[in-house]
């Protein structure tokens, strides 16, 4: 088995270096499709996917095939997802046609507090949460993998372990996308000398194409191989607590001991013919992917043109709304109530729908978050993260976003074990009203407590059409996630595009604050600009975002799926 990987890792990696490191950066289109019967693995990472293809081959299922991939990207994507990070998992089991959420997220150290970032004055330390070992929450990606493996997995663990373990002892050559994220964190990464020895040469930044072995990550996954508590209770864990003690962390053996996943009922709603099912809280993308295709309603879309003004307004004032709800309402549902009902109730959207002014933007000082005594009426009603896709011959699909947060996480390795640290105690509130990395603001919902769940965006999604699989998808990116999961939604289901197309075309995003429409530069045309300026919108062009992937079943049976040609990634079927 192993040796069989590496030969075609191999191969690939030889390809890779000399096609794809001459080439100039992808642009967005639709090459990157890939069609096979039997199934698939889309990631971020060509190795990755190869990882999770070569799991499938040897008579893997999805979940096999999604544990490998997941374990890959740890390896060979470090600065967007790891061991040392969290995230959530759809599964959908072809036996039972039902879509099971799980929960591996990083949760707050016990000895977290509300106010643990700020100073004396209640200002919030800058970068207090962002880099070192502070910023870290509980891991939860080890515990996630193996409980889902655990439960409907085929293949023994360690063979599903095995690419990853080969990846970090062997080396991979990295990609100017790796050079670029090391530099983009270079600041932190030298601070931390654990971090300096594995991502740098000597502080020196690896070059393009240039082999990186990680051998401390590679024991630690051999030792996760043969006992995956190892890193919650055994010489992992101590590796992991013994270093946040000397480095003014605050996390201990015993908030590792105490980790577990959760799984939770996914949220699901209808949009047109479909099922779509995403992730519940403590992921606010679910609940904000169905508000807005609630808001959006029968608008007849299609009609509008996907590029067309009263669309992207359409959209943007959608988005607006969500993202005001966001802030007030969203945050761990084990400990604050989640208006979920109400939120994602068919009424609330057309309530919100008859606010929006088609000729005209609201500026978002303007849109509030409905009251809780409104919101009640509806409530009985019936720049870092990664996605990866995984559909097997049954069609069992995992749909999994993960992350360590921000670029390279906190920039902090734990000494000796060659685990990234995350930095997801960003996404917590650090103060109401206080922007975090991605510019989103919450309040009492998503304040800090011991135990408790920062809030995500991750939207892995599975959407079926008469009780039968359809689309799986899902995005990196922070707040951008629910919007870019949103549109490659409906370019497939509104707009019938194949798979390479939705998720190359051109996107937007609004996230109600900052005030700003994000458009994809160079995506849309100066007229439609204008126009959207004259409605009021404050157009900000920027350089792509989202680096989704995604996979469908075409009505013949086949499986067509791509990964962004704005990043590295692919596809890759049989
Ligand atoms: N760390 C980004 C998110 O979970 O949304």
């Given at each position: 088995m192993l040796p ?5 890792a191999r191969?690939y990696?030889?390809?890779?270096t ?28 060509p190795?990755?996917?190869?990882a999770g ?6 008579g893997g ?6 544990a ?12 967007s997802?790891?061991?040392?990070g969290?995230g959530?998992?759809l599964?959908?089991r ?7 959420a799980?929960?591996f ?9 509300r106010?643990?970032?700020?100073d ?7 970068r ?9 929450g509980?891991?939860?990606t ?24 080969a ?5 991979f050559?990295?990609?100017?996308r790796?050079t670029k994220a ?10 931390n000398?654990?971090?300096?020895e594995v991502?740098?040469r ?16 590679a024991r ?5 191989a043969k006992?995956?508590q190892?890193?919650y209770?055994?010489?992992i864990?101590r590796?992991i607590a013994?270093d946040?003690a000397?480095?003014?962390?605050i ?5 590792l001991?105490?980790y577990?996943?959760?799984?939770r ?7 047109l013919a479909?099922?779509?099912c ?5 992921s606010?993308g679910?609940?904000h ?9 029968d ?6 043109g996907?590029?067309?003004p ?8 959608s988005?607006r ?7 007030e309402?969203?945050g ?5 109530t989640v208006p ?10 057309k309530l919100?729908?008859s606010?929006i002014d088609i000729?005209k933007?609201?500026?978002s000082?303007?849109v ?21 896709t995984v559909?097997d011959?049954?069609r069992n699909?995992?749909?999994l976003t993960f ?13 000796g ?11 917590f509130a ?14 009492e919902?998503?304040a800090?407590?011991?135990g408790k ?7 892995p999604v599975?959407?079926?059409?008469n009780?039968k699989?359809?689309?799986?998808a ?5 707040s951008t996630?629910?919007?870019?999961v ?9 707009y ?11 996107r937007?995003h609004?996230?109600w ?9 160079g995506g849309?045309d100066a ?6 300026r ?5 157009i900000m ?10 996979i469908v ?5 086949w499986?067509?799926g ?7 990634g ?5």
């Amino acid at each position: 088995m192993l040796p069989k990987f590496f030969i075609k890792a191999r191969i690939y990696t030889f390809f890779l270096t000399v096609v794809l490191f001459g080439c100039q950066q992808p642009q967005p289109n639709s090459q990157q499709q890939q069609r096979s019967k039997q199934g698939m693995a889309v990631s971020a990472h060509p190795l990755a996917s190869v990882a999770g293809l070569s799991v499938l081959q040897q008579g893997g299922n999805a979940v096999d095939a999604a544990a490998a991939t997941a374990l890959a990207i740890s390896v060979v994507e470090p600065f967007s997802a790891g061991i040392g990070g969290g995230g959530f998992l759809l599964l959908r089991r072809a036996e039972t046609g039902t879509v099971k959420a799980l929960d591996f997220r990083e949760r707050a150290p016990k000895r977290a507090t509300r106010d643990m970032y700020l100073d004396k004055q209640g200002k919030v330390r800058p970068r207090a949460s962002l880099d070192g070992h502070l910023a870290a929450g509980i891991p939860g990606t080890v515990a996630g993998l193996y409980t889902v493996h655990r439960e409907y997995g085929k293949l023994p663990w360690a063979q599903v372990v095995a690419p990853a373990i080969a990846l970090a002892e062997n080396g991979f050559p990295v990609s100017s996308r790796f050079t670029k994220a090391v530099g983009g964190r270079l600041d932190a990464i030298k601070n931390n000398r654990a971090a300096r020895e594995v991502f740098t040469r000597g502080g020196v930044l690896y070059k393009p194409g240039e082999l990186l072995v990680q051998r401390d990550l590679a024991r630690t996954l051999r030792s996760i191989a043969k006992n995956p508590q190892s890193f919650y209770t055994g010489d992992i864990a101590r590796a992991i607590a013994s270093d946040m003690a000397k480095n003014g962390g605050i996390m201990t053996l015993e908030d590792l001991k105490n980790y577990t996943p959760i799984w939770r009922n996914p949220v699901c709603g209808k949009f047109l013919a479909y099922e779509i099912c995403a992730m519940s809280p403590p992921s606010s993308g679910g609940v904000h992917l169905l508000q807005i295709l609630n808001i959006l309603g029968d608008t007849d879309l299609k009609k509008w043109g996907r590029k067309s003004p009263d669309t992207l307004h359409l959209l943007a004032e959608s988005m607006r709304i969500a993202y005001a709800d966001r802030a007030e309402y969203l945050g761990d549902p084990d400990f604050v109530t989640v208006p979920v009902k109400a939120l994602t109730s068919k009424n609330y959207g057309k309530l919100r729908r008859s606010q929006i002014d088609i000729s005209k933007a609201k500026p978002s000082g303007l849109v509030k978050a409905v009251d809780a005594k409104t919101l009640s009426r509806f409530a009985y009603e019936s720049p870092e993260t990664t996605h990866l896709t995984v559909v097997d011959s049954e069609r069992n699909v995992v749909s999994l976003t993960f992350t360590v947060n921000g670029g390279f996480g906190a920039g902090a390795v734990a000494a000796g074990t060659g685990i990234l640290l995350n930095n997801e105690m960003d996404d917590f509130a650090a103060a109401p009203g206080v922007p975090n990395l991605f510019g989103l603001v919450g309040g009492e919902a998503n304040a800090i407590a011991p135990g408790k769940t920062p809030l995500s965006s991750m939207t892995p999604v599975i959407v079926t059409e008469n009780g039968k699989f359809r689309l799986a998808a899902g995005a990196p990116g922070g707040s951008t996630i629910i919007t870019t999961v949103l549109q490659i939604v409906l370019n497939v289901l509104v707009y019938d595009m194949n798979v390479g197309e939705a998720v190359s075309a051109p996107r937007i995003h609004h996230q109600w604050q900052p005030d700003r429409l994000m458009v994809e530069r160079g995506g849309f045309d100066a007229q439609t600009l204008s126009e959207l300026r004259r409605r009021g919108h404050k157009i900000m062009e920027r350089d792509s975002w989202g680096n989704a992937n995604a996979i469908v079943l075409t009505p013949d049976g086949w499986l067509e799926g791509a990964a962004d040609p704005r990043g590295e990634g692919e596809a890759r079927g049989f």
